[in-house]
């Protein structure tokens, strides 16, 4: 089996649930990260035993790394369009969290350049693929929820509850391992 070469940009919670999932597939190492916060380049770099070169501060060292195959990132949404027209002009094949851009006008340009050359490149809804969606995507084509205008869910993580979560929110509903409630408010 191959092992590709992970470039790790942002470094805050949700990357640690992608440092999980990455290691456990068993076929990709972390081999370089990047953070704008020196102390959490400094600890997770120290996690995954990544030589201190290969620590960046900026993102676009660790993009033009050669020593790196692919790039995750997991950065707030303001930085998503810069790391993805990076990859892009680099050739280097990326998973960016979602949303893509923040607004449609800036999804434009990254498209023609993807266009121009595509590679592999994916963004991240990855509750899409988590058993709890799956499951409530069939329910939901099999007509066995009825109608339904509308939902929400409450999530709890680490015992602090979040708020209710909108079903349009992040074009996905948050069902997994929490306590959901379908709201039916009419027959559509």
């Not at 068993?26 to 953070?35: L, M, T």
């Not at 120290?46 to 960046?56: F, G, M, N, T, W």
């Not at 709890?132 to 329910?139: D, G, H, T």
């Not at 084509?141 to 939902?151: D, Q």
């Amino acid at each position: 089996m191959n092992t590709f070469r992970i470039g790790l940009i942002g470094l805050g919670g949700m990357a640690q649930a992608h440092i999980r999932g990455l290691t456990a597939e068993g076929c990709f190492e972390f081999n370089a990260v990047s953070d704008v916060e020196a102390e959490v380049l400094s600890k997770v770099g120290d996690q995954l035993s990544i030589a201190v070169e290969k620590r960046y501060a900026d993102f676009m060292h660790l993009i033009e790394d050669p020593d790196v195959d692919a790039v995750v990132a997991v950065t707030p949404n303001h930085v998503h369009a810069d790391i993805v027209r990076a990859c892009l002009q680099a050739r280097k094949p990326f998973m960016a969290e979602k949303p893509f851009t923040r607004v449609f006008e800036e999804a434009v340009p990254l498209l023609k350049l993807y266009e121009q050359q595509p590679m592999p490149a994916m963004i991240g809804f990855s509750y899409r693929y988590t058993p709890a969606f799956r499951y409530a995507r069939e329910l939901a084509r099999e007509g066995k929820l009825g109608g339904y205008a509308a939902s929400r869910s409450s999530i709890c993580r680490a015992g602090v509850r979040h708020s209710t979560i909108p079903l349009m929110y992040g074009g996905s509903i948050r069902i997994l391992l929490v306590q959901a409630r379908w709201v039916i408010l009419a027959p559509i």
